[in-house]
């Protein structure tokens, strides 16, 4: 193994253990401020969460390597490794171009454009989430006009009605955590009846080597919040929320991932249930869930279907980290058909067409992507996906969205000269067979995060090098 694929799957190997929360390739600086105490942490548990047991091993061996300090996260999302040929239908990946209509923001039948950002204040956008009626994106605790070096912070939350003006919801006192030295990270925000939010999230320890789950409630429409009741919160974090007919579902991990052995700590994926937000009741720990985590969850009709990422089972079949259920209750984790890989795989989210769910992901540190689609969340069929990628490279799938009749995938591309990411983006009009948009200038040096579809359109939360958070529009 060569020093550019040893320095790649390092990389991935970080960037798995990181999760669905790492936003950025830029934090290895930050991270090296926090485990050096000159700085805290400015994402929650998930994005930090292997800083004093993963972190410090990885970099020892990569310098024990002869690697550049640090090389595996400051270069490109999944830096490339060893690679078959693409195959015929896997065209190259397509270079900047001008649309038939002249307009250089102008690719894949969409115009993008890009949010102006000086309104958000210089803060660091952890996640973006689409409600009835607007939008909403999460800072992170560290973010903007930080606080005293030493004192914890607080989240913050930004609301906005078509994706260009955003005002920033009043600082709550909810989010400052109790705990001397702790402080709050929001994963996911949702919305119940009218006027009412339901965050959920963790509260982290300085260093973030500890966590533990957490949720708030408003019923003024994010005026003022109060903190959840949750039972089963204890060294467990939530990473995403939805609400259903009979109340509201989040799903997260079973473990922080700084301790034992499987996922470095990890027990398994959790799940929690509240029929009002103000008290969460933890479902029973059940065998679907060992040996991954829930990242994501979304419900439709009667059934609820959650992704996430998995371990390598040391077998060259994979279940895919897929899973189902009718009630909150009793989950099943779709294991027909096995996926053909060597390691563990991570989903870049599930969408609802109207008529199947379609989740797309592939495996962590090798170069295999599939599409999993399903009319009942139960019976799956899987796809074979060939991505057109820039060169060599590979990296792992970000988000997936819709607008429409077509399905948007994002993911990092090439390597930039800056020593950045420039984004990749690819559609489909049945999920199964993608094609590379042409690249934008607006793409260059980004990393996709998360992407979303609202009442106004499609939004794109990413960010640079540099760790700075920018958001687009794309409309028809």
Same mark, same amino acid.
């Given at each position: 193994?060569?020093?550019?694929?040893?320095?790649?799957?390092?990389?991935?190997?970080?960037?798995?253990?990181?999760?669905?929360?790492?936003?950025?390739? #830029?934090?290895?600086?930050?991270?090296?401020?926090?485990?050096?105490?000159?700085?805290?942490?400015?994402? =929650?548990?998930?994005?930090?969460?292997?800083?004093?047991?993963?972190?410090? @091993?990885?970099?020892?061996?990569?310098?024990?390597?002869?690697?550049?300090?640090?090389?595996?996260?400051?270069?490109?999302?999944?830096?490339?490794?060893?690679?078959?040929?693409?195959?015929?239908?896997?065209?190259?990946?397509?270079?900047?171009?001008?649309?038939?209509?002249?307009?250089?923001?102008?690719?894949?039948?969409?115009?993008?454009?890009?949010?102006?950002?000086?309104?958000?204040?210089?803060?660091?956008?952890?996640?973006?989430?689409?409600?009835?009626?607007?939008?909403?994106?999460?800072?992170?605790?560290?973010?903007?006009?930080?606080?005293?070096?030493?004192?914890?912070?607080?989240?913050?939350?930004?609301?906005?009605?078509?994706?260009?003006?955003?005002?920033?919801?009043?600082?709550?006192?909810?989010?400052?955590?109790?705990?001397?030295?702790?402080?709050?990270?929001?994963?996911?925000?949702?919305?119940?009846?009218?006027?009412?939010?339901?965050?959920?999230?963790?509260?982290?320890?300085?260093?973030?080597?500890?966590?533990?789950? #957490?949720?708030?409630?408003?019923?003024?429409?994010?005026?003022?919040?109060?903190?959840?009741?949750?039972?089963?919160?204890?060294?467990?974090?939530?990473?995403?929320?939805?609400?259903?007919?009979?109340?509201?579902?989040?799903?997260?991990?079973?473990?922080?991932?700084?301790?034992? $052995?499987?996922?470095?700590?990890?027990?398994?994926?959790?799940?929690?249930?509240?029929?009002?937000?103000?008290?969460?009741?933890?479902?029973?720990?059940?065998?679907?869930? @060992? =040996?991954?985590?829930?990242?994501?969850?979304?419900?439709?009709?009667?059934?609820?279907?959650?992704?996430?990422?998995?371990?390598?089972?040391?077998?060259?079949? %994979?279940?895919?980290?897929?899973?189902?259920?009718?009630?909150?209750?009793?989950?099943?984790?779709?294991? $027909?058909?096995?996926?053909?890989?060597?390691?563990?795989? &991570?989903?870049?989210?599930?969408?609802?067409?109207?008529?199947?769910?379609?989740?797309?992901?592939?495996?962590?540190? =090798?170069?295999?992507?599939?599409?999993?689609?399903?009319?009942?969340?139960?019976?799956?069929?899987?796809?074979?996906?060939?991505?057109?990628?820039?060169?060599?490279?590979?990296?792992?799938?970000?988000?997936?969205?819709?607008?429409?009749? $077509?399905?948007?995938?994002?993911?990092?591309?090439?390597? %930039?000269?800056?020593?950045?990411?420039?984004?990749?983006?690819?559609?489909?009009?049945?999920?199964?067979?993608? &094609? @590379?948009?042409?690249?934008?200038?607006?793409?260059?040096?980004?990393?996709?995060?998360?992407?979303?579809?609202?009442?106004?359109?499609?939004?794109?939360?990413?960010?640079?090098?540099?760790?700075?958070?920018?958001?687009?529009?794309?409309?028809?």
């Amino acid at each position: 193994m060569d020093e550019r694929e040893f320095e790649a799957r390092l990389k991935a190997r970080i960037q798995r253990e990181f999760g669905t929360a790492y936003p950025s390739d #830029a934090l290895h600086g930050r991270v090296l401020e926090t485990m050096r105490g000159e700085a805290r942490p400015s994402h =929650g548990p998930l994005a930090l969460r292997v800083l004093a047991a993963v972190l410090v @091993a990885v970099v020892a061996v990569g310098l024990a390597f002869g690697l550049r300090p640090g090389g595996f996260l400051s270069s490109a999302a999944g830096s490339p490794t060893a690679s078959p040929s693409p195959s015929p239908s896997a065209l190259a990946s397509p270079t900047a171009t001008s649309s038939p209509s002249g307009s250089s923001n102008a690719s894949g039948g969409f115009i993008w454009r890009a949010v102006p950002m000086a309104q958000l204040g210089g803060v660091e956008l952890t996640n973006i989430v689409a409600l009835p009626d607007g939008y909403l994106a999460i800072g992170a605790p560290y973010g903007g006009s930080a606080p005293l070096v030493h004192s914890p912070g607080r989240p913050s939350l930004w609301r906005s009605s078509d994706r260009l003006t955003w005002r920033r919801l009043p600082d709550s006192p909810a989010f400052v955590d109790p705990k001397s030295g702790w402080y709050d990270s929001i994963a996911s925000v949702t919305e119940g009846s009218s006027s009412l939010l339901v965050a959920v999230g963790s509260a982290n320890n300085g260093d973030a080597s500890a966590f533990d789950a #957490a949720a708030w409630i408003s019923t003024d429409d994010g005026v003022t919040w109060r903190p959840a009741i949750v039972d089963g919160a204890s060294d467990a974090a939530m990473n995403d929320v939805t609400s259903t007919p009979n109340g509201f579902v989040a799903v997260g991990i079973d473990g922080h991932p700084s301790g034992a $052995t499987q996922m470095i700590g990890s027990r398994g994926a959790a799940v929690w249930t509240s029929r009002d937000g103000s008290h969460w009741s933890r479902v029973p720990t059940e065998p679907a869930f @060992a =040996g991954a985590e829930m990242g994501r969850v979304m419900g439709t009709g009667s059934s609820l279907v959650a992704t996430g990422s998995d371990n390598p089972t040391g077998t060259a079949k %994979t279940e895919p980290p897929i899973w189902h259920s009718t009630d909150a209750l009793h989950w099943t984790r779709a294991s $027909t058909p096995l996926t053909p890989g060597t390691d563990s795989f &991570q989903m870049a989210g599930v969408l609802w067409t109207g008529s199947e769910f379609v989740v797309v992901g592939g495996e962590e540190l =090798g170069n295999l992507h599939f599409a999993w689609t399903s009319s009942d969340g139960q019976s799956w069929a899987r796809t074979d996906v060939s991505l057109a990628w820039p060169g060599s490279e590979r990296g792992y799938l970000r988000d997936l969205a819709s607008s429409g009749s $077509t399905m948007l995938l994002f993911g990092p591309g090439a390597q %930039t000269t800056a020593g950045g990411t420039e984004a990749m983006v690819w559609e489909s009009t049945d999920g199964r067979a993608w &094609q @590379a948009i042409p690249t934008l200038p607006l793409f260059e040096n980004a990393l996709p995060i998360r992407a979303v579809s609202g009442p106004a359109g499609l939004l794109v939360l990413s960010a640079n090098q540099s760790n700075q958070s920018s958001l687009w529009l794309a409309t028809r």
